[in-house]
Antibody, heavy 118, light 113 residues
Framework: EVQLLESGGDLVQPGGSLRLSCAAS????????MTWVRQAPGKGLEWVGF??????????DYVASVKGRFTISRDDSKNIAYLQMDDLKTEDTGMYFC?????????WGRGTLVIVSS | DIVMTQSPDVLSVSLGERATINCKAS????????????LAWYQQKPGQPPKLLFY???TRESGVPDRFTGSGSGTDFTLTISSLQAEDVAVYYC?????????FGQGTKLEVK
């Protein structure tokens, strides 16, 4: 059974940093792209970025609003994807989901909550 | 960036009636090499992560009831529920995954009239 479990969400001050983790199981992790999607309270879904699988160079893409502040990485030996978030802003507040794949995400974690507030 | 625009924002439908949600892409999301539309539909219920309903615009995900249908062409796509059930009350999103950033529509809230 495919499982994705996010962790690392917390209350952080503006300008601070957090690292989110997504622990994966039940599939060949290294073969899949992994994507982060966020959702501000009461709002819609926003695609944050993704990292390609090893076979596609493990390269990344990001939405413009997080470029230069967020970094997605992966450790295929541990089956974990990471979202490093720096210089956090209040508008980064929300639930962060990791998903399997690039598009048409067939598996989602339950999310981890990030609150950016002073 | 490709803008995905859904309509309506809120849809009220009686149980047993048809529900239709539209999604329009600001540019083509058809990859000519494989003739696939890079479009997905998701259902999200309160307090839950989204659930994939369709990918490649028309391919129903395993376990999704056949009262759900994905259709469309060009830049206009439709999610149809042929006979609304109480458990279908949710917010529905379309997403393009043709060009990064892989943008979502703003969502359509489906409620029972």
């Amino acid at each position: 059974e495919v499982q994705l479990l996010e962790s690392g969400g917390d209350l952080v001050q503006p300008g601070g940093s957090l690292r989110l983790s997504c622990a994966a199981s039940g599939f060949t992790f290294s073969s899949y792209a992994m994507t982060w999607v966020r959702q501000a309270p009461g709002k819609g879904l926003e695609w944050v970025g993704f990292i390609r699988g090893k076979g596609f160079g493990g390269t990344t893409d990001y939405v413009a609003s997080v470029k230069g502040r967020f970094t997605i990485s992966r450790d295929d030996s541990k089956n974990i994807a990471y979202l490093q978030m720096d210089d956090l802003k209040t508008e980064d507040t929300g639930m962060y989901f990791c998903t399997r794949g690039r598009g048409g995400a067939d598996h989602w974690g339950r999310g981890t909550l990030v609150i950016v507030s002073s | 960036d490709i803008v995905m625009t859904q309509s309506p924002d809120v849809l009220s439908v009686s149980l047993g009636e048809r529900a239709t949600i539209n999604c329009k892409a600001s540019q083509s999301i058809l990859y000519s090499s494989n003739n696939n539309y890079y479009l997905a539909w998701y259902q999200q219920k309160p307090g839950q992560p989204p659930k994939l309903l369709f990918y490649w615009a028309f391919t129903r995900e395993s376990g999704v009831p056949d009262r759900f249908t994905g259709s469309g062409s060009g830049t206009d796509f439709t999610l149809t529920i042929s006979s609304l059930q109480a458990e279908d009350v949710a917010v529905y999103y379309c997403q393009q995954y043709y060009i990064a950033p892989y943008t979502f529509g703003q969502g359509t809230k489906l409620e029972v009239k």
